[in-house]
């Protein structure tokens, strides 16, 4: 049966929030298409059977994944019942199905294929939080560009990165992903992440981007992954869905359905987040799909009855692509010849997808450049990961100068499993290795990196410590084939704090790397505890008890509890996971090649009974400014180990002359901040000016404080420069749960500036007299 669009256009506009009354009535998403392409996906829409629009809705496995997915047919692609293809790596097949597609199909509509290109392709860069603790989005920006160039050669036209989700509990494996607990910041490196795969429009030079996971997941419960999220609309709006709107004015072409349940409604079949903000409000024009099995998986949740019941209410809460699960599929055709779903909802999943694939050019060059995607690891890549990883990294203690190190040491006591260890120091396998299970380029470890640094003439002194393991193995560890290791015995654990000691008696400086393994922080991989794992945290204070200088790399995902170390270790590094050239990355650092400039995107806490913790919190009536304030808790503090915004460098910095360029300013105004930045070291660092602002009072408590404003900066010794920050609508806009809309509200606003959260530099604005407006 052949279903005609050509009545349905002009409501798949005001759906797909395409009209100018939209446009002018709301934040709309700039246009992601040229009227060509939207002419062009109109007509072919026209020409395509339901069956055929289904297959564009049907994001198929090209793999088989153990006894859960089969790998697509080639019959179903010959007939147009697919529409994507993801989990596909290998580029011959990826041609191969591609082919078949555009030779073989009726209407000849090539298949997009999908990857998860988080940080590289086949260049693996820092994972996004280290990415984000730059406080650079040029950084994210440069790293995503590079990774679009190298998956687009490989056929690979759509990622699904971003993940944009804002995580306020270290406890949440996918933190990793992210760029933290801030919605400023998160929205900076969203933008970047964007710019970056798809560049300044989308052309056939994009790989289309996937923000996901639309929205709430990074508030899981207890930190656990796939629980469900429970968050009042007003936090939603100023906080969780901030970079998310980010994301879509800078025009990302598509958006990721989450798992979970968000206010006991899942977030792949909620019309309140698919079609009442995201296409009404926000006036999105790109296409959706479900994360993985998420369609059919609305059944599991006991949302829906049976898989027709899922299909039902995904499509007519305003999804797109249902991914892997083939519950469109299957249940779509009945439903719509029933009645049940309208023509005019499947062409609305349908027709963005088709302006997505022309806007690309994907039907004018379909196929991959095989010759591009065999060159491999490149020694540009190399470099851009070396540098990005260097930028990334965040000083977070260097007591009594410890670093950087002389270049003159010649005998040196590296500790930790994690010191040579190229596949964690990545943070697991490139998308590509794991998909085609075949080897990474290698990658350079610290202790490799260490060795080459300071040559044959120094000795090197490598104690490993046991291995480390986790106690319930993750869906990757299964799906890479890992088994969880038996734990060392107590002899064992003697033997090697007992060479740890030695090691570091003859050597003139100890560097202990440790933290987690790769796939401790990731998908399914949520803790109870965030102590260091193994016996790492006595290795290191059997090392400390040498006496010698001791500096600690921390290799990692998330924030760990390492209270012992910032007590009795003088140098402590934040290196994340740095990507293949992390190795020399940290050692750029540790000898002052390189001086740190990172910041912390994350309250880092003292121990997991305190999460979630986050600087942005409301006041109470007991405020931690308070003079009489200890703690929230009798037994362990509440406030962080180090704080949002914290990160040192080899230089110091002073910030003065705070001033506004009026201290009063109507609702809507915009004035100016400016601060003088001067560098009160010896040698030239960077420094991160950060503004804070916080008001005082209104119709809704407000945080304590909110970023609004950042600029990474480098300055020579001695010099001083002027940075100037806009304070207008955007920065002092909140959404307001009384009047439901945005507002800026009169009142006095305190201004801080400085390098952290901790700023103390302080002015204050009057917004007045007593005006109200809607801010978007």
């Known amino acids: 049966m052949r279903y005609h669009a050509k009545g349905t256009l002009a409501l798949l506009r005001v759906v797909l929030g395409m009209t100018l009354a939209t446009a002018a009535s709301s934040s709309a998403q700039v246009s992601i298409g040229s009227v060509d392409a939207a002419r062009r996906a109109a007509s072919l829409l026209e020409q395509m059977t339901l069956e055929e629009k289904i297959g564009q809705l049907n994001l198929a496995s090209g793999v088989a994944m153990g006894g859960m997915v089969k790998p697509v047919s080639d019959e179903d692609i010959a007939h147009g019942r697919v529409g994507a293809i993801l989990w596909l790596a290998d580029t011959k097949e990826i041609d191969r199905l591609q082919r078949l597609a555009v030779e073989k199909s009726r209407l000849h509509i090539p298949l997009l294929f999908g990857l998860d290109v988080i940080h590289g392709y086949q260049t693996v860069f820092p994972a996004p939080l280290g990415m984000a603790s730059s406080w650079d989005p040029a950084v994210e920006e440069r790293a995503q560009a590079f990774a679009a160039k190298e998956a687009l050669a490989a056929g690979i036209r759509w990622t699904f990165t971003p993940m944009v989700d804002i995580a306020r509990d270290a406890r949440w494996g996918r933190i990793q992903e992210g760029a933290g607990e801030d919605p400023y910041l998160g929205a900076a490196m969203a933008r970047a992440q964007v710019r970056g795969f798809q560049g300044a429009t989308l052309g056939p030079s994009s790989v289309v981007v996937c923000a996901k996971h639309f929205a709430g997941y990074g508030a899981a419960e207890g930190g656990r992954d796939y629980d469900g999220s429970y968050i009042p609309e007003e936090l939603m ?360 400039g990172g910041k912390l995107p994350v309250s880092w806490p003292q121990g997991a009974g305190q999460e979630p913790l986050y600087y942005n919190h409301n006041l109470t009536h007991a405020p931690e400014s308070a003079p009489e304030f200890t703690s929230r808790y009798w037994d362990v503090a509440s406030k962080p180990l180090f704080v949002f915004g914290h990160g040192l460098s080899y230089s110091t910095f002073r910030f003065a002359n705070l001033r506004l360029s009026s201290s009063r300013a109507q609702a809507g105004e915009r004035v100016e901040v400016a601060v003088d930045v001067t560098n009160t070291g010896s040698v030239a660092g960077d420094e991160v000016a950060q503004i804070y602002v916080h008001q005082r009072s209104g119709s809704a408590s407000r945080p304590v404080r909110q970023l609004e404003g950042f600029r990474r900066v480098t300055l020579k010794p001695g010099e001083t420069t002027t940075l100037r920050f806009p304070l207008g609508k955007d920065e002092l806009q909140f959404w307001s749960p009384q009047a439901k809309r945005w507002l800026v509200e009169p009142g006095v606003f305190d201004v801080w500036v400085g390098g952290s959260s901790a700023a103390e530099l302080h002015t204050e604005l009057t917004v007045g007299p007593d005006t109200r407006i809607s801010a978007r």
């Open 237 to 596: 709006r100023n906080v969780y869905l901030v970079p998310f709107h980010a994301a879509v004015e800078a025009g990302a072409g598509s958006l990721m359905t989450a798992y979970m349940d968000l206010n006991d409604v899942p977030a792949s079949g909620n019309p309140w987040l698919l079609t009442d903000v995201l296409r009404k409000d926000w006036g999105f024009r790109g296409f959706l799909t479900s994360d993985a099995f998420a369609v059919a998986s609305l059944q599991v949740h006991g949302f829906a009855a049976d898989p027709a019941d899922a299909a039902y209410k995904a499509i007519t809460a305003g999804a797109g692509m249902d991914m892997a699960s083939q519950t469109f599929r299957d249940n779509l055709p009945r439903l719509v010849t029933s009645g049940r779903v309208s023509q005019a909802q499947i062409d609305a999943a349908v027709l963005p997808i088709l302006e997505v694939k022309y806007q690309i050019g994907l039907f004018d060059h379909p196929y991959a450049d095989t010759a591009a995607a065999a060159a491999g690891v490149t020694a540009e890549g190399r470099s851009l990961a070396r540098t990005l990883a260097a930028r990334s990294m965040v000083l977070l203690k260097n007591d009594g100068h410890t670093l950087p190190l002389s270049k003159t040491t010649r005998s040196v006591a590296v500790l930790g499993v994690l010191a040579d260890s190229p596949g964690d120091i990545t943070g697991g396998p490139s998308p590509g290795a794991i998909f085609t299970r075949s080897p990474d380029a290698p990658a350079v470890t610290v202790l490799a990196a260490l060795k080459s640094r300071l040559g044959p003439e120094a000795r090197v002194t490598y104690v490993p410590g046991p291995p480390l393991s986790k106690v319930f193995p993750g869906m990757f560890d299964a799906f890479m084939g890992q088994k969880p290791l038996p734990p060392p015995t107590p002899a064992e654990v003697a033997e090697w704090l007992r060479k740890a000691k030695a090691a570091a008696d003859s050597a003139d400086v100890v560097v202990a790397v440790v933290g987690e393994l790769a796939f401790m922080s990731s998908e399914g991989a949520s803790r109870g505890t965030l102590a260091l794992p193994g016996a790492q945290e006595q290795m290191v204070e059997a090392a400390a008890a040498s006496g010698k200088p001791l500096v600690v790399v921390l290799v990692n995902g998330r924030p760990l509890e390492i209270n012992w170390i910032a007590e009795h270790a003088p140098a402590i590094l934040e290196a994340w996971l740095p990507g293949v050239e992390g190795g020399n990355a940290v050692a750029d650092v540790l000898f002052g090649d390189v001086n740190p």
